[in-house]
Each structure stands twice: as C-alpha cells, then as structure tokens.
C-alpha cells in the first residue's frame, strides 16, 4: 500500500519525463533493497559470531529438547554439539555431542525409537521425569533391536500422555548426521 501512496503524491507534482524517471529510480530500489538489508544483516552476523565459530544446537540440554512426531524420522548434524554433564547414558563409558529429544506416548503402548540409519556409532538413553530430576529408563548402546551394530535401538512399555526424555549420543563422542525415529 505504500507504494502506491508515494506514486499518486509524486503524481501530481512532476511532469511526465520526471514521473517516468522517479518510478524507475524507486522501482531499482525495491528490487535491490532487500537484497541490500539481507547483505548488511549476513555481514552483521559475521562480525558479532565469527564465519568459523560453532553455534551450538537447540537441543543441546535437555531444556532445548525437540519433540518427535510419532512414526516421523528427524535427521540432524551433531557436528555442533557439545558434551553437557547431564549427558549420561547408562549402557556406555564414554559418550558425548549428545543432543536432546522427547516423546510423548499416544496410549499405553509398545515404543520404539531408533538411530538407524545414522552416519556414525549412537546411543540412546531414554528418561522419565523432567529435566533437572531424570531417572533412566532403558538405554542401548550399539546392537539395536532390529539388528544394526553401530546404531542403537529401544524397546519399551509406555505410559499413555507420558513424555519421555531422550538422549541421542555419540559412543566415544562421535558426531554426524542423526537420523532418529520414535513410534
């Protein structure tokens, strides 16, 4: 609407030749402005972060956790993450670049969640509780239920309405592409 505004006063007080000149000269800012703003605000970032500096991910704490859809895969690059003290999983010595998930169960059911199909060698942990106060359920480090070696895989009763923590890690703190499924 504000274009439009702006034409029909500059309108009436130019002639023809001037009118022909101001359209063309505000049509080449409109087009180039926002590419202008999203230059300026790109090189904004660069200079408050760093173009090598790693952000870490959303997920990163268990506070941050991502809820999963149920029989919907999330793929995720752990590159980023970082090793937090709350990252313990039960089955395995060393892990690290963990990142968070949650999941809540439609009904009393049978829940599986998986890491096949990841770049690198999982594990998982699954919770109860809430952050701060978790309490470990089950946990699987390498030969998932369904067979696969280096990704892990769990199998659990769950609770209808109740949400589950989870944690997908690195064995020996590797990272990669996550690729993890709930159903």
């Known amino acids: 609407a504000m274009p439009v505004r702006i034409l029909l006063s500059t309108f009436s007080v130019m002639?023809?030749?001037?009118?022909?000149?101001?359209?063309?000269?505000?049509?080449i800012f409109a087009c180039f402005a926002p590419g202008i703003l999203y230059g300026l605000l790109g090189l904004l970032w660069l200079w408050q972060f760093g173009s090598g500096s790693a952000v870490a991910a959303v997920n990163d704490s268990c506070t941050g956790a991502i809820a999963?859809?149920?029989?919907?895969p999330f793929e995720k690059d752990t590159t980023d993450a970082t090793?937090?003290?709350?990252?313990?999983a039960t089955c395995a010595g060393g892990t690290?670049?963990?990142?968070?998930?949650?999941?809540t169960a439609p009904s009393n059911c049978t829940i599986s969640v998986s890491t096949i199909g990841s770049s690198f060698d999982t594990v998982l942990q699954v919770f109860t509780g809430s952050c701060g106060s978790l309490t470990p359920l089950v946990?699987?480090?390498?030969?998932?239920p369904?067979?696969?070696l280096y990704q892990?895989?769990?199998?659990?009763?769950g609770t209808a309405s109740t949400t589950y923590h989870i944690l997908a890690t690195g064995s020996g703190g590797q990272s990669g592409t996550l690729r993890i499924i709930a159903t």
Do not use: Q
């Open 152 to 157: 892990a895989g769990v199998i659990f009763l």
């Open 139 to 144: 946990c699987n480090d390498d030969n998932s």
């Open 96 to 103: 690290g670049k963990g990142v968070w998930f949650t999941f």
């Open 68 to 72: 999963l859809t149920n029989g919907v």
């Open 83 to 88: 090793t937090e003290a709350e990252e313990v």
């Open 15 to 27: 002639n023809s030749s001037s009118l022909r000149r101001s359209l063309l000269d505000r049509k």
């Open 146 to 148: 369904a067979g696969y």
